[in-house]
C-alpha cells in the first residue's frame, strides 16, 4: 500500500513537473507582430489573415520601414515578387529590394527575431522573388514554406546552412498551425 | 499594236484578274468572321439584350454584342460575367459559353456577356499567324469559335493615334491600346468606338447595381500575372478567402491586388466607379506566348509546345508546363469555373438573405478535366 502511494505520488509529481514546464515554457518568438512584403506580393495579406485567425496581435504594412518597427516584438517578413504588387505600391523593384534592406537591418539591430514566411508556391520564385527571399533568409530566425516552393530545395539549403528550423506544409492553410506554434 | 504590247497587256490581265480572285476570296473569309458562333442558352435563359440598352449609339454596329440574362425572379445579387474582352484568349469566351449553356438560377440574376469586344472576334491580329477558328466536340457533333484579335477590328475604329491618352486620368500608353477594351473603362457615351463599348458596359454594371462583376482573361505562359485572380481592395478579404479555399481543392491561384495607378483596367475602374467588386481572372495560354512554335489550331486546343518546354526547364515560365499535358482549353475552361464558382460561394458565405447568388448547372475543374468540355456543350 505504502509503495503504491509513494509510486502514485512519484507520477504525480513528474507529471506537475512535466506540465508545468510545458505551460511555462517561453515561446519561440513574441507578439506584436508587424507583418511586411518584401515583393509587394499580396501573399502578405494572406499571412495577415492566418495571424489574424491564429489570434496573435499583429499589425500589416506592406512598405514598413524601420519606424514601424516601434513596440514590435517579431517580424514576420513575407518574400514574393509582383509587378502589380509594386505598381499597386507605387515603387520600383530597385525601391523595395533597399526598403527591406533597411527594415530587416533595423529589425536586426533592435534584436527583434524575423520570421520568412513563403506561401506563393511556384508563382513566387525564381527571377526577382528569389532575390528577396535571400535578403530575408539573411536574417531569418525561422521559416514556414509552402512546399511547392521548396521544390528545387533552396529553402533546405538555407535552412542547413543557417542552422534555423524550417517547417515545410502542404497549403497555405496549414501554415496556421506552425505559426500559431511559435506563438505559444 | 505590236505583238510586245499585246503580250503586255494579255499579262496586266492575267495578273488583275489573279490578283482579284485572291481579294475576293480574302474579302469572303474575312466577311465569314463577321458571323457570331451560334450559341445555345439554357432553358433558364430569361432574356436576350444588347449592349446599345446601355449606350444607344453602339446600335446596330459590331459593338452591340450580345447580354445573356438569367434572372431566377427571386430577390438576391446581381452578377456579371464578361468573356471575350480579348477574343485572341478562347477559355474567356468558352467560359462565358459553358456558363450561359448550362447554368439555372434559382436566385438572383446574372448577365453574361460571351463577347465583350464582338468586333475582336471579326479578324485575327496582323503578323501572329493565327488560324481564324478552333473546334471542339460538343454532345451533338463539332462546334467551331472563332479565334480573334486582342483589340477591336480597325475597320471599327481607325487610325490609332501615335500615343494613347486615357481618359479621363490622361495616362499615356502605346497607340495601339486604343482599341484594347481593357483599356477603355470607364470609357465614354460618344468616345471612340471601344470607349462606347466600355462606357456601356460600366452603365450597365451601374443601372442593374452589379454586386460581383467577373472579367475572364488568357496570358502568355511566361509573363508575371498569370494563373491569378486579380482584385479591387474592396474585396480583399473576399479574394483571400477564395484563393485559400481554392488552394484546398487542389487549385493555385496568385492573388494580384489591382494598381491604384494603372488606369483603364476593368479590375480598377469598376472598382472605382461603381459598387461592384470586380474580378480580372487569368489563366495560361500559350498561342499568345512569344516563346510558342507553331501556331495552330491544336496549339490553342491542347496549348502543347515543346519550346515551352524547354522555357519551363530554363526557368522563363511562370506556371508548372508538363509537354505531355500542355495547357489544355479543358484546364483553363475549369480553372476559370472554379474561381468563378469559388468567389461566388465565398460571397454567399456572409451575404444576407437576399443578397445571395444561388444556381446550378455548371461543373466543377474535376469533372471537366474527367469528361472534357464536349459533355457541356450541345
Known amino acids: 500500500m505504502r509503495k503504491k502511494l509513494m509510486k502514485t505520488a512519484l507520477v504525480v509529481i513528474s507529471l506537475t513537473i512535466f506540465a508545468t514546464t510545458v505551460l511555462l515554457a517561453e515561446p519561440l518568438f513574441q507578439a506584436p507582430v508587424l507583418i511586411s512584403s518584401a515583393g509587394q506580393s499580396a501573399d502578405v495579406k494572406l499571412v495577415g489573415m492566418l495571424a489574424k485567425r491564429a489570434q496573435i496581435e499583429n499589425i500589416v504594412e506592406l512598405i514598413a ?25 507605387g515603387v520600383s523593384a530597385a525601391d523595395e529590394i533597399n526598403r527591406v534592406k533597411a527594415l530587416l537591418a533595423a529589425a536586426n539591430e533592435q534584436n527583434i527575431p524575423v520570421v520568412l514566411v513563403h506561401i506563393g508556391g511556384n508563382a513566387r520564385r525564381y527571377g526577382q522573388s528569389d532575390q528577396f527571399i535571400e535578403e530575408v533568409a539573411q536574417y531569418a530566425k525561422a521559416m514556414i514554406v509552402v512546399e511547392q516552393g521548396n521544390e528545387d530545395q533552396l529553402f533546405t539549403k538555407i535552412a542547413s546552412e543557417k542552422n534555423i528550423p524550417l517547417t515545410l506544409v502542404p497549403k497555405i492553410v496549414a501554415a496556421g498551425e506552425p505559426l500559431k506554434n511559435f506563438f505559444k | 499594236m505590236s505583238v510586245l504590247m499585246k503580250k503586255n497587256i494579255i499579262q496586266t490581265i492575267i495578273i488583275l484578274t489573279a490578283v482579284l480572285v485572291i481579294d475576293i476570296i480574302a474579302a469572303l473569309d474575312l466577311i465569314k468572321m463577321h458571323h457570331p458562333d451560334k450559341l445555345y442558352p439554357s432553358d433558364g435563359l430569361s432574356e436576350i439584350q444588347y449592349l446599345s440598352n446601355y449606350n444607344s449609339r453602339l446600335k446596330g454596329g459590331n459593338g452591340d454584342t450580345e447580354i445573356y440574362v438569367f434572372d431566377s425572379g427571386k430577390p438576391g445579387a446581381s452578377i456579371l460575367l464578361l468573356g471575350g474582352t480579348h477574343p485572341n484568349e478562347p477559355a474567356s469566351f468558352l467560359t462565358a459559353a459553358l456558363v450561359l449553356e448550362n447554368i439555372q438560377v434559382s436566385t438572383g440574376r446574372i448577365f453574361v456577356i460571351p463577347r465583350a469586344c464582338n468586333s475582336g472576334f471579326t479578324c485575327t491580329d496582323p503578323f501572329e499567324g493565327c488560324p481564324e477558328y478552333y473546334h471542339i466536340q460538343s454532345k451533338y457533333g ?23 491618352s486615357h481618359f479621363p486620368s490622361g495616362q499615356k500608353l502605346s497607340g495601339f491600346e486604343t482599341r484594347n477594351l481593357n483599356r477603355a473603362y470607364p470609357g465614354r457615351e460618344n468616345g471612340s468606338f471601344t470607349e462606347k463599348v466600355a462606357y456601356a458596359i460600366m452603365e450597365l454594371l451601374k443601372k442593374e447595381k ?3 462583376a467577373f472579367d475572364l482573361h488568357e496570358a502568355a505562359p511566361e509573363i508575371p500575372i498569370i494563373n491569378a485572380i486579380v482584385y479591387h481592395e474592396k474585396c480583399e478579404e473576399l479574394a483571400l478567402m477564395a484563393v485559400m479555399n481554392l488552394e484546398m481543392k487542389g487549385l493555385n491561384y496568385a492573388p494580384e491586388l489591382s494598381p491604384i495607378n494603372f488606369h483603364g483596367l476593368s479590375h480598377r475602374e469598376w472598382g472605382d466607379y461603381t459598387d461592384a467588386y470586380p474580378f480580372l481572372m487569368e489563366t495560361s495560354n500559350p498561342i499568345q506566348g512569344r516563346l510558342r512554335g507553331k501556331t495552330n489550331e491544336d496549339l490553342i486546343r491542347y496549348g502543347k509546345s515543346i519550346q515551352y518546354q524547354q522555357a519551363q526547364e530554363t526557368g522563363a515560365l511562370r506556371i508548372v508546363y508538363k509537354a505531355d499535358t500542355g495547357e489544355p482549353l479543358e484546364r483553363r475552361v475549369g480553372r476559370h469555373l472554379q474561381g468563378f464558382k469559388e468567389i461566388i460561394s465565398v460571397y454567399n458565405e456572409t451575404a444576407d438573405t437576399g443578397q445571395m447568388f444561388e444556381f446550378s448547372g455548371l461543373p466543377e475543374y474535376d469533372e471537366i478535366m474527367t469528361n472534357g468540355l464536349k459533355e457541356y456543350f450541345q
Open chain 2, 210 to 212: 452589379i454586386t460581383l
Open chain 1, 65 to 89: 520601414t524601420e519606424k514601424n518597427l516601434d513596440g514590435i516584438k517579431t517580424l514576420i517578413v513575407v518574400p514574393g515578387f509582383s509587378s502589380k504588387g509594386l505598381g499597386a505600391a
Open chain 2, 142 to 164: 463539332e462546334r467551331r469559335f472563332r479565334f480573334g484579335s486582342r483589340v477591336s477590328n480597325p475597320l471599327d475604329q481607325w487610325p490609332d493615334p501615335l500615343v494613347y
